[in-house]
């Protein structure tokens, strides 16, 4: 049910007039019927037929997170084939990221949403991790650059995207195996927007350490480099994954 005291507490009380009718009282499961599927109404709206099926909706990233849940492995000698359901984290990307597990018990993580019983996947708890900024990360590090401009001149003269041009300009410098040793002097903390997993500090800020007076491309897909690396998830899948493997083990 709901918490009369948050909703006092943070203003809108008018969302508990007439027995919550603005929101709701009643939950279900993702995919759960709803009704007695689609109105006239909105059959005729959709030239749809009426009564056609409707299912109970899911988060956007927890769509992504069942996709990846109930993906077949089979076949790529992963190390979650032939394992059961919680043995798997989903990764789900975007402007912002989102790393979901589920458990058969309630498992409580520090910094880590939930759990929440049947918010993805019915019977089974529900774990979510994140990051607050990622693909809007890089975003703001390659369009506030000097030589974005430059960058994006290049790709468009070549019709490729960004992306490539940056890769080609590292590929320059070293081999693929070698391309982590090119930000040796060059770190990013990624907390631009705060951070939400581990630490869920709202107030936590972003820094780049080891820039030099250089403005060049060459510079840029360092950055672009760094910023990659400074998303790449290991502080937060490292906590989230240490406390629920443990306790689901």
């Known amino acids: 049910g709901w918490d009369d005291t948050f909703w006092s507490a943070i203003g809108l009380e008018d969302l508990m007039e ?36 409707v299912g109970a909706s899911l988060i956007d990233a927890h769509a992504g997170g069942l996709g990846v849940m109930g993906a077949d492995v089979g076949g ?18 975007g402007t912002s990221s989102c790393h979901m597990a589920v458990s058969t018990q309630p498992l409580f993580v520090p910094g880590v949403w939930g759990p929440y019983l049947s918010a993805m996947l019915p019977e089974l708890w529900l774990n979510e991790g994140g990051q607050s900024a990622t693909g809007r990360l890089v975003e703001h590090v390659v369009r506030g650059h000097a030589a974005y401009r430059q960058l994006e001149e290049r790709a468009e003269r070549r019709c490729v995207c960004l992306s490539i041009i940056l890769i080609k300009s590292l590929w320059s410098h070293a081999d693929a195996a070698q391309l982590e040793q090119l930000t040796a002097r060059l770190h990013v903390w990624p907390d631009f927007h705060g951070n939400r997993s581990p630490l869920a500090d709202q107030t936590s800020r972003g820094a780049v350490v080891g820039l030099t007076l250089s403005q060049t491309l060459d510079d840029l897909a360092l950055l672009y480099l760094a910023t990659l690396q400074a998303i790449a998830v290991r502080h937060t899948l490292t906590h989230t994954h240490t406390h629920t493997h443990t306790h689901t083990r």
């Open 18 to 53: 007439n027995s919550y009718s603005k929101i709701g009282q009643q939950t279900c499961c993702p995919g759960t019927p709803v009704g007695r599927g689609l109105t006239a109404a909105a059959a005729a709206d959709l030239g749809l037929i009426q009564g056609t099926a």
């Open 76 to 93: 790529h000698q992963l190390p979650c084939e032939h394992q059961p359901v919680s043995s798997r984290m989903a990764l789900i990307c």
